[in-house]
């Protein structure tokens, strides 16, 4: 008995200490000092509303402001950049920016019409730009002129896009930027008194217009925040760690990522201990964790862009776009590592969502169509991982999927079940009536023999099941969580 003890712990250990090495999203360095604006938990809430959040699969991210007017444009010349950091620029007049909501008036934009698309799309939750660093907010701000109420279009925008999705029954999660170029008293970095001075003044005003969305929209599921990278903010600790408590308190369950409040010695995401700071990891951005380690058993979401790099609407995208087929891997993948995928779309000036994104969502949709059984509500299934793609499981029911993306030319899909785990039926998700073969190769490893005809294009899915998983409990268990 004694040795099975010490082999477990030895077990225990090494792979505690393979997981550490594997972290790319974490300090290595494991301390442990009071804090007291560190993490206020440890581990996942496990309440009703971070299940939902947990299970969406598939989220739509909008980046939406005056910056679609330029489209990364200006006087001719080619924006590089992401499109929504035009003001940045340096060829870009900050005038000319900061009175481009005089044309802002999206004739085109139909709230609905975005909400029935990412419904379609299969998106159970959108996060929705509020206000992007430029300052310029979607709805009408009673503490700064610069809102669209103010523009031509005059309209609340986010009020639209909450009743409208809220109808299609996506959850709604609201942006907000930290970084606000078009207050006075925002600073990135704190230099001076008056630096100082202005700043206090900015927080309050921070504050005032988070208190006001949560007001105005309480059906807002959580708040996904931005911009907090600025020297400035993480020193912040102590204020963000109240203004988080009191957002809490105005929303049940509100969810708010680690891109939010810094710790007491400016730590980000992580705490100075190591631990994460938030109910889930945001640090995930157009990339992805590559092993359930790299996740640190926390919470995560990825969002991503469709071509390389732009977020807001850039009316010349250069270089790589991404495929419908990438864009399901990436989200199948998430979904395999306990994560959340959120694409992100950037509708023009006029209010239209342009037509490459709309054809994705039509894929993405007609895939989702048939395969969501595989995404929504599953999790990371602790098995070896296969060349063939990704297992995901359902959290509630434990059915199982294989997620196909590449078929070796053999037809033979290998999967090799945990100890005493018998692999006793395989069929596609889309056929169910029809069984595959499935040959035993040697002990646990089990060859399933399918090659699709060569007319399809996309992955498929093969639901599989397996018998005595009670005789190890050890084993089930692993393989649920
Ligand atoms: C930020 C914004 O600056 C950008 O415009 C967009 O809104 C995006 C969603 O968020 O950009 C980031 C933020 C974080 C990282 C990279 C770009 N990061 O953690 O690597």
Redesign the pocket.
Known sequence: MKRIAFIYLLITFLSFGMGLNAQSHKPEKRVSVNLEHGAHRLGKRTDKYMQTWRNYGLGQ?I?WGVYAIPGGHWDGKYYPG?A??IRSWKGMPKDAYDNLYKQFNPKKFDAKSWAEQAADMGARYVII?TK??DGFCLWPSEYTDYTVEKSPYKKDIIGQLVEAYDAEGIDVYL?F?IIDWNHPGYRSSLKSEEDREGYEAFKKFTRNQLVELLTRYPSTKGLWF??T?DPAWKEQAEFADALGEELREMVPGLIIGS?FRPDENGNRHFDTNGDLIGDYEQ?W??KMPNTIEDTNGNDWDC?MTIPENQ??YHSDWRGHVKTSNELIEMLVKAVSLDGNFVL?FGPDGQGNIRPEETELAAEIGDWMAINSEAVYGCGHLAWEKEDWGYYTVNRKTGKTYMVVFNTPVSGALRVKTPKKNRLEKAYLLEKPETELNIEKIHRDEYFIYHKPDASVNKPFVIVIETSGAGTDDGNYQKAKT
């Open positions: 991210f980046h992401a929504e950091w730009t992007h660093h942006y930027s931005d911009g990278w891109r640090g951005e157009r969002v977020w807001g992100n």
